[in-house]
């Protein structure tokens, strides 16, 4: 597998560390209120964030998932992602934390913040690992005291860590394709434990 990676962004001590920041800076926000908690994993990019972050809030939180299908198998979101899988927590009065390994058009936040709406959530967060701020088509807009937490804004890195890429069209290109710690590239690579961008001809014809 590692023979497929160009660089690696962020190492897996890199991301222990904002993953621990992250999670002080949640259980410090919502330790102060009364009304409880649900962390809610965004399957099945979150897997490895939602496992780290949750050990790490010292609060009593609940945790459940939900499934919503936009990408397919390619590198691009289709605008109109579903919920294929929705929580079973009954999420009405409570503070609900969405949990992403990355919010890029912010279609996917966006539908899952209206979908707790409606149900009643009483604050909806978004908790993304990482941010491609220049990719987003809709502006993502939090209900409540609801915060928007995120580990690491992807357009800040290319200058940073990307000097020695192995392939230095990828810096020209603002949306370069990113693996690892939960992303998948057609269902690969996920299990990398850390962030890493994929040599440009694994999805580049
Ligand atoms: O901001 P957006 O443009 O909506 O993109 C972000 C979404 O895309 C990815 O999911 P994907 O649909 O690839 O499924 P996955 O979590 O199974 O990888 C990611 O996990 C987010 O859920």
Not at 7 to 17: F, K, N, P, Y
Not at 40 to 66: M, N, Q, W, Y
Not at 145 to 172: A, C, N, T, W
Request: hydrophobic share 35%; charged share 25%; aromatic share 8%.
């Amino acid at each position: 597998m590692e023979n497929d990676i160009d660089r690696v962004l962020w190492t897996e001590e890199e991301i222990s560390r904002r993953v621990s920041e992250l999670a002080s800076e949640i259980s410090g926000d919502l330790g102060r209120t009364s009304s409880p908690t649900v962390i809610v994993g965004v399957a099945t990019g979150a897997l490895l964030f939602l496992a780290d972050i949750v050990r790490k809030i010292d609060l009593p939180v609940i945790v459940d998932f939900v499934r919503v299908e936009s990408y397919g198998s390619g590198t691009e979101s289709s605008g109109s992602p579903r919920i294929t899988s929705d929580v079973k927590i009954d999420v009405s009065g409570k503070h609900v934390v969405v949990i992403e390994d990355i919010v890029d058009t912010g279609n996917t936040v966006s539908c899952l913040i209206s979908h707790f709406k409606s149900k009643g959530a009483h604050s909806i967060s978004v908790c993304t690992f990482l941010d491609k701020p220049a990719r987003r088509r809709v502006s993502v807009e939090l209900v409540g005291e609801g915060k928007f937490y995120r580990g690491f804004e992807v357009r800040h890195l290319r200058q940073d860590h990307m000097k020695q890429s192995l392939y230095p069209k990828i810096l020209e290109c603002p949306d370069y394709f990113v693996v690892g710690y939960g992303m998948d590239y057609a269902e690969v690579y996920r299990n990398l434990p850390y962030v890493s961008v994929l040599k440009p001809e694994k999805y580049m014809n």
